[in-house]
């Protein structure tokens, strides 16, 4: 009977852990925006006034791509980026996903976002949150990991975390 039960136990315990799907792959990325004048932390206004600059007022590009198999269709529930939720708009991308830096003028760098995989890769793309209610537990995931995805794949939900996203050399506006 302890048998049983024993074999029993770690047929489910392997069951759960085929519902994970572990084969998909999160990344995740974020750009900071330099305006084309330098931006500094304290700028002079027109009165002499000293203004503080808030961390929210630099812009940051996010560059977000889940990998799954490739016959599978993924519909995005919500994503939650620095704790703040967002809905998502995807696309189907082909790997190598490669971004260029033009920092230093004449010398452009490539960097590797995803590598190239025969799976599937979509790029998510945040927007405005697309209805109130969100999932408690990406909410709760979200206090750990800079980026969560809630996602459906053949009727089920899975949920992707990313502990902290991987930062990309700024872009600068001309």
């Not at 990344?27 to 330099?34: R, S």
């Not at 000293?50 to 929210?56: D, F, G, M």
């Not at 969100?134 to 053949?154: D, P, S």
């Amino acid at each position: 009977m302890k048998r049983l039960f024993f074999l029993l136990t770690l047929a489910l315990a392997f069951s759960k852990l085929m519902a994970q799907n572990s084969g998909d792959k999160l990344y995740g990325f974020l750009q900071p925006v330099i305006p084309g004048a330098a931006a500094a932390k304290r700028i002079t206004d027109d009165a002499g006034g000293v203004i503080e600059r808030k961390a929210a007022d630099i812009k940051l590009n996010y560059f977000i791509y889940l990998s799954t198999a490739k016959a599978k269709k993924v519909d995005v529930i919500e994503m939650w980026i620095r704790g703040k939720a967002f809905s998502a708009n995807t696309k189907n991308v082909d790997t190598p996903v490669e971004i260029t830096s033009n920092l230093v003028p004449g010398r452009p760098q490539k960097k590797v976002l995803v590598p190239k995989t025969t799976q599937n890769v979509i790029q998510l793309e945040p927007t405005e949150l697309a209805g109130k209610k969100t999932n408690g537990k990406a909410a709760r995931l979200a206090q750990q990991a800079e980026l969560v995805v809630v996602y459906k794949q053949e009727g089920k939900t899975y949920i992707k975390t990313l502990k902290a996203l991987s930062e990309l050399s700024p872009k600068a506006l001309q």
